[in-house]
């Protein structure tokens, strides 16, 4: 992509069925460029956040802004997966072709609408395990608390209006994606959560072993809804369950 030295928003998908990417811009001849983030899967953030690198499973989404001018004209920039080798590293290259005034800014606050989840005393609190489950004769599955999908159980029935504390452990790296509920992670392997996790998310990457704890808010419609992993084939395989918003 030819570009001007001037900044540039960008929203980024990982659309992958199962590959991870961890993405930086290197500049041709040495040095790195800088992603500033100002949203998430949900929306905008409250302030930017500036990132070296963005780590993202699949079904996650970054809001990021890219600023050319801090590159002279004829720079080559290439933003590259490091989480992969031989051709699967490179992802694509912006040329800086031209200068440009640019009189726009990144503002400290990005959105008054945004606010913190404070848990009220008493919220219920689910667990909801990702794992691979034998299933007698050398045969597995993809389940969550043990179960396959099955489209007439309902694994939780959160109130329309509610906030709920999610405890989401797993055997292997699963992407979990929630339908129609957002979300702020709040922990990560008893630790806080990762610069990655900021913001209103729809999806979280479990990695294995790793318990992640957030807070779901429901606030869109009644009705049946989903909670799956994002990992295509993981998700053929069934590794889904039906929540019910009463």
């Known amino acids: 992509m030819e570009v001007s030295a001037c900044r540039y928003r960008l929203r980024l998908l ?6 991870r990417y961890q993405l930086r811009l290197d500049a041709e001849g040495g040095g790195h460029g800088r992603f500033v983030q100002i949203g998430s899967d949900g929306g905008l953030l409250s302030a930017p956040q500036r990132l070296d690198t963005i780590d993202m499973a699949p079904g996650e989404r970054f809001d990021v802004i890219i600023d050319f001018a801090d590159h002279p004209v004829g720079s080559r920039i290439r933003l590259r997966n490091l989480a992969a080798d031989g051709p699967m590293r490179e992802i694509m290259r912006f040329d800086v072709i031209r200068a440009a005034r640019d009189a726009t800014r990144i503002p400290t606050r990005l959105s008054a609408a945004y606010e913190d989840l404070t848990p009220a005393a008493g919220i219920p609190v689910r667990t909801f395990d990702f794992r691979r489950t034998p299933t ?5 599955m993809w389940t969550i608390n043990g179960k396959p999908f099955h489209p007439d159980t309902v694994l939780a029935r959160p109130r329309l209006g509610s906030i709920e504390r999610w405890r989401i452990s797993s055997d292997f790296h699963h992407p979990v994606h929630v339908h129609l ?3 702020q992670v709040t922990a990560r392997g008893n630790r806080p959560p990762a610069v990655k996790d900021t913001g209103w998310k ?4 479990v990695r294995p072993y790793e318990t992640v704890e957030a807070l779901v808010r429901f606030t869109g419609y009644k009705g049946r809804y989903m909670i799956h992993c994002h990992n295509l084939e993981h998700e053929n395989m069934a590794m889904m ?5 009463t």
């Open 241 to 245: 369950a039906n929540i019910q918003v």
């Open 202 to 205: 729809d999806t979280v990457d």
């Open 181 to 183: 509920a957002q979300f």
């Open 136 to 140: 007698g004769e050398d045969r597995h």
């Open 14 to 19: 990982n659309g992958s069925n199962a590959r």
